[in-house]
């Protein structure tokens, strides 16, 4: 079984430096037929002015991604880490008992462009933490490369949940196929390009749930960025 998450049916934050769409319920954004699927339960598709973005802020409990598409974001956090997160680049900020950070777009022209994902922890009040790394993906083109997963040392960054994030960017015409376990399900997010999955033609910023299924092939129409999660 497929269920499409369309782009234009997403929940909508416009400010006057944000466009923020929410594929599941968000903030002022409430949508009882999309509070989440499975231990995935948010996907914000954020698009940040330059020299502009969120100040210091507090999480606890989640297990944050987030995901640069285009662009760079600068983060800083209580924890004294400070970094900037580029193009390719993906981080895991684990919230757990509680931690502060802030987001923000350094350049003077160019907006940033990027995936921000919270997945539920197996666990209350981990000790935060965070990490980050490059997934290289022009050196991984037209495959899809596992960039998180539960089991530290599997993939470059580790979750506190039954989840693997399987990252890749791809040229027109390829086709992809990836297995499902036994009773697993699976989430795919167009992040860019043209994707078709059993019949359905996805587009940037579409979704699609997949559940009783041992398998998913798709095949890209443009050059395409795709993010799969794999959840029990």
């Given at each position: 079984?497929?269920?499409?998450?369309?782009?234009?049916?997403?929940g909508?934050?416009?400010?006057?430096?944000l466009k923020?769409?929410?594929?599941?319920?968000?903030?002022?954004?409430?949508?009882?037929?999309?509070?989440?699927?499975?231990?995935?339960?948010?996907?914000?598709?954020?698009?940040?002015?330059?020299g502009s973005?969120?100040?210091?802020?507090?999480?606890?409990?989640m297990?944050i991604i987030?995901?640069?598409?285009?662009?760079?974001?600068?983060?800083?956090?209580?924890?004294?880490?400070?970094?900037?997160?580029?193009?390719?680049?993906?981080?895991?900020?684990?919230?757990?008992?509680?931690?502060?950070?802030?987001e923000?777009?350094?350049?003077?022209?160019?907006q940033v462009?990027?995936?921000?994902?919270w997945?539920?922890?197996n666990?209350?009040n981990?000790?935060p933490?965070y990490e980050?790394k490059?997934?290289e993906?022009?050196?991984?083109?037209?495959?899809?490369s596992?960039?998180?997963?539960?089991?530290r040392g599997?993939a470059?960054?580790?979750?506190?949940?039954?989840?693997?994030?399987?990252?890749?960017?791809?040229m027109?015409?390829?086709?992809?196929?990836h297995?499902?376990g036994?009773?697993r399900?699976?989430w795919?997010?167009?992040g860019?390009?043209a994707v078709?999955?059993?019949?359905?033609?996805?587009?940037?910023?579409?979704?699609?749930?997949i559940?009783g299924?041992t398998?998913?092939?798709?095949?890209?129409?443009?050059i395409s960025?795709?993010?799969?999660?794999?959840?029990?």
């Open positions: 079984m497929i269920e499409v998450r369309w782009a234009t049916e997403r909508i934050t416009h400010l006057d430096w923020s769409y929410h594929s599941f319920s968000f903030g002022d954004y409430y949508d009882q037929n999309h509070m989440g699927f499975r231990s995935l339960r948010v996907i914000n598709e954020d698009r940040v002015t330059a973005g969120f100040p210091f802020h507090s999480h606890k409990d297990e987030t995901y640069v598409l285009a662009g760079a974001l600068e983060h800083k956090d209580s924890l004294g880490n400070g970094s900037v997160i580029r193009s390719g680049d993906m981080q895991r900020m684990t919230a757990g008992s509680g931690i502060t950070h802030s923000f777009n350094p350049s003077k022209e160019e462009h990027f995936l921000q994902i997945i539920i922890p666990e209350k981990l000790a933490s980050q490059s997934l993906l022009p050196k991984q083109m037209n495959n899809l596992l960039a998180v997963a539960p089991t599997e470059p960054l580790s979750i506190h949940q039954d989840a693997r994030i399987y990252v890749g960017k791809f027109p015409h390829q086709k992809i196929k297995q499902i036994p009773g399900n699976a795919l997010q167009v860019e390009g078709r999955t059993n019949g359905h033609a996805l587009m940037s910023g579409d979704g699609a749930a559940s299924q398998e998913i092939e798709f095949e890209t129409d443009a960025q795709i993010l799969l999660f794999d959840l029990l």
